[in-house]
């Protein structure tokens, strides 16, 4: 069975349950990374330069906390597209 990972981070809380039950009716595994500890901030920290952000730290710690339990790990990306032709 293939097993998917889904982070606790970002917008884990805004879809968890939307992207698990997706999953799950597919016939996937899934696995959810720890709570954010020491350790998740830690391993993110080391991956990360100095000027990166603490969330994006917490997030690199989360998809590392997962690699080596799934096959495949769901990122969540926020993108707003503006056409600038809407603001003229």
Partial sequence: MIRIGLLKGMFYHEHNILWEQFFINLGFEV???????????DNGISFCSN????PVKVFHGHVLSLKDMVN??????????VSFLSLY
């Fill in 31 to 41: 696995v959810f990374s720890m709570d954010t500890n020491k350790e998740i901030l």
């Fill in 51 to 54: 000027e990166t952000c603490l």
């Fill in 72 to 81: 495949y790990v769901l990122l969540f990306l926020g993108i707003v597209v």
